[in-house]
């Protein structure tokens, strides 16, 4: 297996990172005259843990997952962002994103002035490993996966992405926002054995903590070292750390949410499938549904003055056609059906 950390650009690596004030371990009930903070307004008053170790723990408890390996992040965008600017020279590395998918992955990747070269998925939205391992060239640093995908839906075969993970000697980044409603535990298990992983989660999905920004990145201690290394020293703010611990204590609010949007789900499928305008529904390893429509610019506009809104991506590779659908609340999926069946042919 080759070294990931030659993978790293030299400046990162030779980058000495800011030291903040409560890097040492500071103790109870010490007097805090170092970082020039009011006295006054408790706890507020204070810099967060920059590192979020109580927290870390109890994501390592929940995922089983050594804290070690675990980046804290203002979203799982901020990952995004800052594996491309560990990984990627500017104007020399290139990315490789699958086709279609989140968007997120071709913008961080063009503020950092890195090239992207898109391998598309197949027609039914399936990874094909060997296409992608042909676009691979020697400047490809980085791949970005995602499974379940945005905006297909659908779960990617782990075989396909195994063989990537085995042949590609860089980093593959696989976005697993939406694996709490696959109904399958995801890649972490893999962890251990490929070094070149690293898996993104959020609590914006599942959770239902998109307000509160806390995604995570997932990988070997060397990597997230050097995201530790870059990151903004008190990337994730006192409020979100405390409101982050309190949700994560109550696992049976997700899992309850969980169930509920799954039944949604498969109820929204029923009852899209008898309407008239209504070509395809994708089946959804997530929480929305990829819709195929008979006029999707109409029902878009349509919908959305009425005041539900939904998402056309008819635009995007294999996508022709489509809006893309989140499950919601009964009573929101009830006004979206009526509104769906009284659009005028
Ligand atoms: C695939 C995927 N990854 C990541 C995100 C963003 O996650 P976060 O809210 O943690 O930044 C989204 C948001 O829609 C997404 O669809």
């Known amino acids: ?110 503020i950092n002035n ?8 197949n027609e039914d939205f ?17 791949v970005f996966l995602c499974s379940p995908n945005n905006p297909s839906s659908n779960l990617l075969d782990p075989s396909e992405i195994i063989k990537i993970l085995s042949e590609f000697q860089g980093i593959v980044v696989l976005d697993e926002a939406y694996i709490d409603f696959s109904g399958t535990d995801g890649m972490l298990p893999l962890l251990g054995d490929y070094k070149n992983l690293v898996i993104l989660r959020t609590l914006s999905k599942a959770w239902g903590l998109a307000g509160i920004r806390l995604g995570m990145a997932l990988a070997d201690p060397g990597i997230i070292q050097y995201l530790n290394k870059v990151k903004y020293p008190y990337n994730v703010n006192y409020l979100t750390q405390l409101k982050a611990l309190e949700m994560l204590h109550s696992v049976n609010n997700k899992e309850d949410w969980i169930e509920k949007i799954l039944t949604e789900r498969k109820e929204l499928e029923n009852r899209l499938t008898g309407i008239a305008v209504v070509k395809k529904i994708y089946p959804s390893d997530a929480n929305f549904l990829l819709v195929r429509v008979e006029d999707p610019v109409g029902i878009y506009s349509y919908l959305n003055k009425q005041g539900v809104i939904v998402r056309n991506r008819s635009h995007m590779t294999h996508c022709e056609g489509c809006i893309r659908i989140t499950v919601g609340t009964p009573d929101e999926n009830n006004r979206l059906i009526a509104l769906m069946k009284s659009y005028p042919q």
Do not use: H
């Open 1 to 110: 297996m080759f070294d990931i950390i030659d993978l790293i650009r030299n400046n990162i690596r030779e980058l000495i990172p800011y030291s903040s004030a409560r890097d040492e371990n500071s103790g109870d009930g010490a007097v805090l005259l170092d970082a020039n903070e009011s006295p006054y307004n408790t706890p507020f008053n204070r810099y967060p843990d920059p590192l979020q170790m109580e927290l870390k723990e109890r994501i390592s408890d929940l995922l089983s997952t050594p804290s070690d390996r675990i980046f804290l992040g203002n979203g799982s965008d901020e990952a995004i962002d800052l594996l491309i600017r560990i990984f990627c020279e500017p104007s020399a590395d290139r990315v490789i994103i699958i086709d279609p998918s989140y968007g997120m992955y071709k913008v961080c990747a063009d």
């Open 114 to 121: 890195v090239r992207v070269d898109f391998v598309s998925l």
């Open 126 to 142: 399936s990874l094909d490993a060997d296409r992608l391992l042909a676009a691979l060239i020697q400047e490809t640093k980085m």
